[in-house]
């Protein structure tokens, strides 16, 4: 106890770090304050069906990413998920268009104009979904809650038109703040976004399964607890995945003054179980929500309906599909073994029995790739817990929290923050956040 607070005492010594966590906090603030303000001309009073109906399934999925925003008909119903389907589809065209292939490979100013034509897609996105959710909004509120329509004398047209810009700037407005905290907060900012709106809707998930199984006549409270130990068993199951790392050895000959050479110092490339963090398991996710978006939100018709079952077997299976799939994608953006071989070669490295060049980009994109495998399996495994915590009795709400998104999400960005916070104290020369060594977090290598 003495070590945390002398911790905490220690983060606030460093003046830019305190700043840095204030400023990301006003910003959050700001944000959950957004996601409780309706849109103009709808009586809050009258949300409940909404309410309801967005608590569970695959709408309760969108109801937790956005915090509540989605349910509360508020102006950030929308969240940040177009912005995430952009980034997907702009992602996808760097491996298969070479315009855009070259922009990611010209640094920062390509990565600025990947920015930008994502911001733009976004955009178009909104265009589509802000009316899926106005058309939505109709079929699950009574008439009587648009007060803009019934006392107010607007056409529906205008209704439906100033709500969609609405949705549409708000979205724009909570992915600038995003980009804000990125920049000049802690952390990465869309992805604390949507930890926060998950942190949320916590509290009433649990309270509404401790009510369910205190009310139940056979061991309610007994099974409560067996449910919490599991899940703190798969918490930490999450953790040991985004920070299992496998060591590659590579053999470094120093070199001193008067080309006298002293070999024998044996150093490794450390390869993540799961390089790509939980960004295969957003894009998966996102992909899933698309037949739900084109529905207007109805997940009671045709093919929406087979998708939107998020305890079916194609759903799951598809889902651990592409969860596999993106994360070797994923993987293939963020590490370079071209680049890693290069490295090695300017820093007279090698690996022992493989030649340099051809040869360790080849055995270096191996070891990946089976390094890889197990990894995305086991992502997979826990993307679809959520759905035999249910068929096991869970709540709905509840069981989203046993794997799937949303403790991935909770396990990666808590360990990307606290190691840039432990990277700033290590700096100024303080104990960092843990005793037995360094954090490592879902980033890069």
């Not at 980009?179 to 990465?188: F, K, S």
């Not at 295969?280 to 009671?300: C, E, V």
């Not at 090695?344 to 070891?367: A, Q, R």
């Amino acid at each position: 106890m003495k070590k945390f607070i002398q911790t905490i005492q220690n983060i606030f010594k460093i003046e830019e770090l305190r700043k840095r966590i204030g400023y990301t906090v006003l910003l959050l603030l700001v944000y959950r304050l957004g996601s409780f303000i309706v849109l103009p001309g709808i009586d809050p009073t009258m949300l409940a069906k909404l309410q309801s109906t967005s608590s569970e399934g695959l709408v309760g999925l969108l109801n937790m990413f956005s915090g509540g925003a989605f349910g509360n008909a508020s102006i950030f119903a929308l969240g940040v998920m177009p912005y995430i389907s952009a980034s997907i589809v702009i992602q996808l065209l760097g491996l298969f268009v070479p315009y855009f292939r070259k922009l990611q490979m010209e640094g920062e100013s390509g990565r600025r104009k990947m920015n930008q034509l994502t911001r733009y897609l976004t955009i178009l996105i909104l265009c589509i979904q802000g009316p899926a959710y106005v058309a939505n909004l109709h079929n699950q509120v009574p008439v009587e809650a648009f007060v803009a329509v019934n006392k107010l004398g607007w056409s529906n047209f205008m209704f439906n038109l100033v709500s969609t810009v609405i949705l549409l700037g708000g979205s724009m407005f909570v992915m600038w703040l995003g980009e804000r905290i990125t920049d000049r907060g802690i952390g990465n900012g869309i992805s604390i976004i949507i930890m926060i709106g998950i942190i949320a809707r916590l509290p009433f998930a649990l309270f509404a399964e401790a009510a369910e199984k205190f009310n139940s006549t056979t061991g309610g409270p007994l099974l409560l607890i067996v449910e919490l130990v599991v899940l703190f068993l798969v918490f930490i199951a999450a953790i040991a995945l985004v920070q299992a790392v496998r060591k590659v050895p590579v053999q470094y000959a120093k070199r001193l003054v008067g080309n006298k050479q002293y070999g024998g110092v044996r150093q490794y490339i450390p390869m993540k179980i799961n390089a790509a963090g939980v960004m295969p398991i957003i894009f998966a996710q996102a992909l899933m929500l698309f037949p739900l978006i084109f529905s207007h939100f109805d997940a009671t018709r045709g093919f929406a309906a087979a998708m939107s079952n998020y305890t079916g077997f194609w759903y799951n299976l598809v889902f651990g599909i592409l969860v596999i799939i993106f994360t070797y994608f994923y993987t293939a953006v963020t590490v370079n073994p071209t680049m890693m071989a290069e490295d090695m070669k300017k820093n007279g490295g090698f690996i022992p029995g493989v030649k340099p060049g051809k040869k360790t980009v080849e055995y270096l994109d191996s070891i990946m790739s089976r390094v890889t495998l197990p990894g995305s399996i086991f992502l997979a495994i826990i993307a679809i817990l959520p759905a035999f915590a249910t068929l096991l009795g869970v709540n709905n709400q509840f069981a989203s929290f046993y794997g799937g998104t949303s403790l991935l999400i909770l396990v990666g960005v808590v360990l990307d923050t606290l190691q840039q916070i432990e990277s700033y104290l290590l700096m100024r020369h303080y104990d960092g956040l843990m005793k037995t060594g360094r954090l490592t977090g879902r980033s890069g290598m």
